[in-house]
Protein backbone atom coordinates (compact mmCIF):
# COMPACT_ATOMS: atom_id res chain seq x y z
CA UNK A 1 0.00 0.00 0.00
CA UNK A 2 1.77 3.18 -1.25
CA UNK A 3 1.36 6.18 1.28
CA UNK A 4 2.28 10.09 1.19
CA UNK A 5 2.11 12.05 4.25
CA UNK A 6 1.80 15.77 4.75
CA UNK A 7 2.58 17.35 7.34
CA UNK A 8 4.57 20.78 8.15
CA UNK A 9 6.24 19.75 11.68
CA UNK A 10 9.34 18.09 9.95
CA UNK A 11 9.88 15.55 13.12
CA UNK A 12 6.26 14.18 12.80
CA UNK A 13 6.38 13.76 8.73
CA UNK A 14 9.96 12.13 9.00
CA UNK A 15 9.16 9.97 11.80
CA UNK A 16 5.72 8.99 10.78
CA UNK A 17 7.31 8.07 7.42
CA UNK A 18 9.43 5.69 8.92
CA UNK A 19 7.53 4.48 11.07
CA UNK A 20 4.91 3.65 8.42
CA UNK A 21 7.80 2.04 6.32
CA UNK A 22 8.81 -0.11 8.80
CA UNK A 23 5.12 -1.23 8.79
CA UNK A 24 5.38 -2.59 5.87
CA UNK A 25 3.74 0.41 3.86
CA UNK A 26 5.64 1.83 0.64
CA UNK A 27 5.79 5.55 1.65
CA UNK A 28 6.46 7.37 -1.35
CA UNK A 29 6.70 10.62 -0.49
CA UNK A 30 6.40 13.39 2.01
CA UNK A 31 5.35 16.84 2.13
CA UNK A 32 5.41 19.97 3.93
CA UNK A 33 2.35 21.63 2.67
CA UNK A 34 -0.49 21.25 0.22
CA UNK A 35 1.32 22.42 -2.95
CA UNK A 36 3.84 19.41 -2.25
CA UNK A 37 1.32 17.39 -1.18
CA UNK A 38 -0.38 17.77 -4.81
CA UNK A 39 2.86 17.05 -6.53
CA UNK A 40 3.34 13.69 -4.78
CA UNK A 41 0.17 12.67 -5.23
CA UNK A 42 0.36 13.55 -9.01
CA UNK A 43 3.67 12.20 -9.83
CA UNK A 44 2.76 8.77 -7.62
CA UNK A 45 -1.23 8.32 -7.00
CA UNK A 46 -0.92 6.76 -3.94
CA UNK A 47 -3.48 4.58 -2.23
CA UNK A 48 -3.75 6.83 0.80
CA UNK A 49 -2.17 10.66 1.70
CA UNK A 50 -2.15 11.31 5.39
CA UNK A 51 -2.97 15.01 5.94
CA UNK A 52 -2.45 17.32 8.79
CA UNK A 53 -5.66 19.36 8.81
CA UNK A 54 -3.48 22.95 9.66
CA UNK A 55 -0.95 23.44 7.15
CA UNK A 56 0.74 26.54 5.89
CA UNK A 57 0.65 29.26 5.00
CA UNK A 58 -2.94 29.95 7.02
CA UNK A 59 -2.82 26.78 9.77
CA UNK A 60 -6.32 26.84 9.71
CA UNK A 61 -8.25 24.15 7.17
CA UNK A 62 -4.94 23.49 4.36
CA UNK A 63 -5.64 20.04 5.11
CA UNK A 64 -9.07 19.88 4.54
CA UNK A 65 -9.53 21.93 1.24
CA UNK A 66 -6.22 19.63 0.14
CA UNK A 67 -8.55 16.67 0.62
CA UNK A 68 -11.37 17.74 -1.32
CA UNK A 69 -9.13 18.86 -3.80
CA UNK A 70 -7.37 15.46 -4.11
CA UNK A 71 -11.10 13.59 -3.78
CA UNK A 72 -11.95 15.26 -6.65
CA UNK A 73 -9.20 14.96 -8.99
CA UNK A 74 -7.69 11.81 -7.99
CA UNK A 75 -10.83 10.11 -6.37
CA UNK A 76 -8.77 6.57 -6.27
CA UNK A 77 -6.75 7.83 -3.41
CA UNK A 78 -7.99 7.29 0.07
CA UNK A 79 -7.55 10.27 2.90
CA UNK A 80 -6.85 10.24 6.45
CA UNK A 81 -6.53 13.77 7.84
CA UNK A 82 -5.01 13.62 10.97
CA UNK A 83 -6.19 17.01 13.40
CA UNK A 84 -4.48 18.21 16.83
CA UNK A 85 -7.79 18.86 18.20
CA UNK A 86 -11.37 17.78 17.83
CA UNK A 87 -12.78 19.61 15.24
CA UNK A 88 -16.51 17.85 14.20
CA UNK A 89 -17.51 20.01 12.04
CA UNK A 90 -14.43 19.40 9.52
CA UNK A 91 -15.09 15.86 10.24
CA UNK A 92 -18.71 15.89 9.07
CA UNK A 93 -17.57 17.83 6.07
CA UNK A 94 -14.53 15.39 5.18
CA UNK A 95 -17.23 12.85 5.20
CA UNK A 96 -19.73 14.45 2.96
CA UNK A 97 -17.18 14.11 -0.22
CA UNK A 98 -17.70 10.59 0.55
CA UNK A 99 -16.94 8.07 3.08
CA UNK A 100 -15.20 5.71 1.21
CA UNK A 101 -11.84 5.45 1.98
CA UNK A 102 -11.98 8.68 4.01
CA UNK A 103 -10.92 8.51 7.84
CA UNK A 104 -10.45 11.71 10.60
CA UNK A 105 -8.16 10.80 13.43
CA UNK A 106 -6.41 13.22 16.55
CA UNK A 107 -3.09 12.92 16.37
CA UNK A 108 -3.02 11.06 19.65
CA UNK A 109 -4.06 8.42 17.92
CA UNK A 110 -0.67 7.72 16.31
CA UNK A 111 0.80 6.68 19.50
CA UNK A 112 -0.83 3.61 19.06
CA UNK A 113 1.34 2.57 16.14
CA UNK A 114 -0.78 -0.89 15.52
CA UNK A 115 -4.06 0.80 15.89
CA UNK A 116 -2.89 3.34 13.73
CA UNK A 117 -1.81 1.16 11.14
CA UNK A 118 -4.89 -0.77 10.93
CA UNK A 119 -6.84 2.73 10.54
CA UNK A 120 -4.72 3.36 7.29
CA UNK A 121 -5.42 0.04 6.03
CA UNK A 122 -8.97 0.25 6.51
CA UNK A 123 -8.82 3.30 4.67
CA UNK A 124 -7.14 2.48 1.93
CA UNK A 125 -9.29 -0.48 1.39
CA UNK A 126 -11.84 1.65 1.07
CA UNK A 127 -13.30 2.05 4.77
CA UNK A 128 -14.08 4.85 6.82
CA UNK A 129 -12.30 5.95 10.16
CA UNK A 130 -13.64 7.94 12.93
CA UNK A 131 -12.16 9.78 15.51
CA UNK A 132 -13.92 8.43 18.79
CA UNK A 133 -14.04 11.81 20.58
CA UNK A 134 -15.42 13.41 17.14
CA UNK A 135 -18.25 11.18 17.45
CA UNK A 136 -18.62 11.59 20.99
CA UNK A 137 -19.23 15.25 20.22
CA UNK A 138 -21.63 14.88 17.43
CA UNK A 139 -23.83 12.41 19.69
CA UNK A 140 -23.53 15.10 23.12
CA UNK A 141 -24.60 18.37 20.50
CA UNK A 142 -27.19 15.95 19.29
CA UNK A 143 -28.48 15.15 22.61
CA UNK A 144 -28.53 18.51 23.92
CA UNK A 145 -30.72 19.87 20.97
CA UNK A 146 -33.50 17.53 22.60
CA UNK A 147 -33.20 15.21 18.75
CA UNK A 148 -34.34 11.77 18.69
CA UNK A 149 -31.28 10.39 20.06
CA UNK A 150 -32.56 11.14 23.18
CA UNK A 151 -34.59 7.85 22.27
CA UNK A 152 -32.23 6.05 22.49
CA UNK A 153 -30.69 3.83 25.59
CA UNK A 154 -26.85 4.26 26.87
CA UNK A 155 -25.87 0.91 25.55
CA UNK A 156 -27.27 2.02 22.06
CA UNK A 157 -25.15 5.32 22.10
CA UNK A 158 -22.44 2.77 22.74
CA UNK A 159 -23.30 1.02 19.53
CA UNK A 160 -23.91 3.93 17.49
CA UNK A 161 -20.49 5.42 18.35
CA UNK A 162 -19.00 2.29 17.49
CA UNK A 163 -21.35 2.32 14.03
CA UNK A 164 -19.86 6.21 13.26
CA UNK A 165 -16.13 5.40 13.77
CA UNK A 166 -16.79 1.89 10.81
CA UNK A 167 -16.64 -1.02 12.99
CA UNK A 168 -18.46 -3.99 11.43
CA UNK A 169 -21.22 -5.78 13.70
CA UNK A 170 -18.50 -8.32 15.12
CA UNK A 171 -16.17 -5.22 15.91
CA UNK A 172 -18.37 -3.65 17.98
CA UNK A 173 -19.41 -7.03 19.64
CA UNK A 174 -15.95 -7.44 20.42
CA UNK A 175 -15.76 -3.93 21.94
CA UNK A 176 -18.95 -3.86 23.66
CA UNK A 177 -18.51 -7.61 25.03
CA UNK A 178 -21.91 -8.51 23.73
CA UNK A 179 -23.09 -11.04 21.06
CA UNK A 180 -23.48 -10.07 17.75
CA UNK A 181 -27.21 -11.06 17.60
CA UNK A 182 -27.06 -8.59 19.67
CA UNK A 183 -25.51 -5.90 18.41
CA UNK A 184 -27.95 -6.28 14.86
CA UNK A 185 -30.85 -5.91 17.47
CA UNK A 186 -29.30 -2.86 18.60
CA UNK A 187 -28.88 -1.20 15.40
CA UNK A 188 -32.41 -2.15 14.29
CA UNK A 189 -33.86 0.24 16.96
CA UNK A 190 -31.03 2.90 16.09
CA UNK A 191 -31.90 3.22 13.09
CA UNK A 192 -36.01 2.59 13.70
CA UNK A 193 -35.73 5.88 16.59
CA UNK A 194 -33.11 8.07 13.66
CA UNK A 195 -35.72 7.11 11.17
CA UNK A 196 -32.44 5.90 8.49
CA UNK A 197 -32.68 2.77 6.65
CA UNK A 198 -30.47 0.03 7.46
CA UNK A 199 -27.43 -0.73 4.71
CA UNK A 200 -25.17 -3.78 4.66
CA UNK A 201 -22.28 -1.15 3.41
CA UNK A 202 -20.22 -0.13 6.22
CA UNK A 203 -19.29 3.43 5.00
CA UNK A 204 -22.52 4.55 4.19
CA UNK A 205 -24.07 3.62 7.52
CA UNK A 206 -21.14 6.06 8.52
CA UNK A 207 -22.13 8.66 6.02
CA UNK A 208 -25.83 7.99 6.93
CA UNK A 209 -25.18 8.33 11.01
CA UNK A 210 -22.69 11.63 10.62
CA UNK A 211 -25.26 13.38 8.19
CA UNK A 212 -27.95 12.77 10.05
CA UNK A 213 -26.42 14.47 12.72
CA UNK A 214 -24.79 17.28 11.04
CA UNK A 215 -28.45 18.04 9.54
CA UNK A 216 -30.15 18.43 13.01
Not at 9 to 21: H, K, M, P, S
Not at 90 to 96: G, R
Not at 135 to 160: G, H, I, M
Amino acid sequence: MRLVVADDAVLLREGLGRLLDEAGFDVVGLAADAEELFTHVAAHKPDVAIVDIRMPPTFTDEGLRAAREIKASWPATAILVLSQHVQASYAVELLSLGASGTGYLLKDRVADLGEFEANVRRVGEGGSVLDPSVVEELVEQRRTKNEPLERLSARERDVLAAMAEGLTNKGIAERLFIAEHTVEKHIGNIFAALQLPVSDSDHRRVLAVVTYLDAH
